[in-house]
């Protein structure tokens, strides 16, 4: 079986299973083309518990790459190399995608192209598209949340980051709070649409901090005590606290945002991340880029959580510079320099 195609274009496949998402794609070296791309998301499994459970995230990959590898079969007489993320993340997830493409490795005698899962964010901005270096970014997600200035896909430097919690688990923690399903960033995003975000004066973290960081586990402890304080029952309570949240996390994004543009003066600027398909978060930002003539870039809303297509669209640039590795010489990091 073959896909219908007149010339032997070249594929890249790419798998992403650093946490809870198990997801494949295909992508064509020369155009940048997206050929394919599925997710199987694990929410609603890890709901029950209010948070990933790792054993049972790995067991679940387990089940769905498989299935999603059924499906690009027909892509395999095409395929001149397999990309994997394989730092940072969960170690018994990431051993899920890497194990899958050693195997594939080896049968298919292809080269591997081991990639950050980090610099895969990077690459939700080009799917599909030309890669645009130099810029400044937001990384805004689960794990981590941090500016990064990047001027090449191995030139890559940490401006800033958290000094605890990150953005989006913010988001996780108080929705668990208030008794909303996990991941949390959607529900209190949908929650504080009928709050008021003024209601509860929550301090803006790092105040008067001369260097440029972000905090969350202090405005996450103020949010408990307010959570404490309501009745349970009590819905209107409950958005006000929600908008209260994301209106102090995300102006404390733009106070230190803003003393990065004052200082920087990028003339680009990206948001990427699970966290960046947050609305509030999207026209906040663009504010801050008026304000400094900078001009914004979003991934699509599509390719803002954990997916394989950002590490399929990375990969193309590391096979570009003849970035591969020998299966067997690919090794997994819980953490990577980023961290
Ligand atoms: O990038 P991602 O899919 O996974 C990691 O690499 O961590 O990001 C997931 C994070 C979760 O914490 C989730 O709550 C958050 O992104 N998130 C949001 C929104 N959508 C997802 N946070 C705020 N607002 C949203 N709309
Ligand atoms: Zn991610």
Redesign the pocket.
């Known amino acids: 079986m073959g896909i219908a195609t007149t010339m032997d274009y070249g594929m890249i496949l790419s798998i992403e299973s650093s ?1 809870d998402d198990s997801s494949i794609a295909v992508t064509e070296i020369a155009t940048r083309k997206l050929l394919f791309h599925k997710k199987i998301s694990q929410d609603a499994q890890h709901a029950v518990y209010g948070g990933v459970v790792p054993e049972l995230a790995a067991r679940l990959h387990t089940e769905a790459l498989p299935k999603i590898l059924e499906e690009v079969k027909p892509y395999f007489p095409h395929l001149r190399a397999i990309a994997v993320t394989n730092e940072p993340g969960l170690t018994v997830s990431l051993l899920e995608g890497v194990m899958m493409a050693k195997a594939l490795c080896l049968a298919l005698q292809c080269p591997m192209i081991p990639v950050n ?1 980090l610099v895969g ?1 990077v690459y939700s901005l080009f799917i599909d598209n030309p890669t645009h270096f130099p810029m400044s970014l937001l990384l805004v ?3 981590h949340t941090m500016i990064l200035e990047v001027e090449s896909i191995d030139k890559i430097t940490l401006v800033a980051r958290t000094m605890d919690d990150s953005f ?2 913010s ?2 923690k108080c929705a668990k709070m208030l008794g909303l399903p996990y ?4 529900h ?2 949908n929650l504080a649409k009928t709050g008021n975000p003024l209601a509860h004066r929550f301090t803006i973290p790092l105040q008067g901090h001369k260097e440029i960081a972000f905090s969350f586990s202090g405005l996450k402890n103020a949010v408990r005590l307010a959570t404490e304080a309501i009745d349970p029952d009590n819905i209107q309570a409950k958005a006000d606290i929600a908008a209260s949240f994301q209106h102090t996390a995300t102006l404390h994004l733009i106070k230190q945002l803003d003393k990065y543009m004052s200082q920087a003066k990028p003339t680009t600027f990206a948001v990427v ?3 960046s ?2 609305s509030y978060l999207r026209k906040e930002l663009q504010n801050l880029c008026d304000r400094y003539k900078a001009t914004l870039y979003l991934a699509p809303l599509a390719f803002c ?2 997916n394989a297509a950002m590490i399929g669209r990375a990969a193309i640039d590391l096979f570009e510079r003849g970035d591969t590795l020998r299966y067997n010489d690919v090794e997994i990091r819980s953490r990577s320099n980023f961290n």
């Open positions: 946490c899962h964010h997600s689960g794990g989006g688990e988001f996780d991941p949390g960033g959607p209190i995003e991340g699970g966290a398909a947050n959580s954990d």
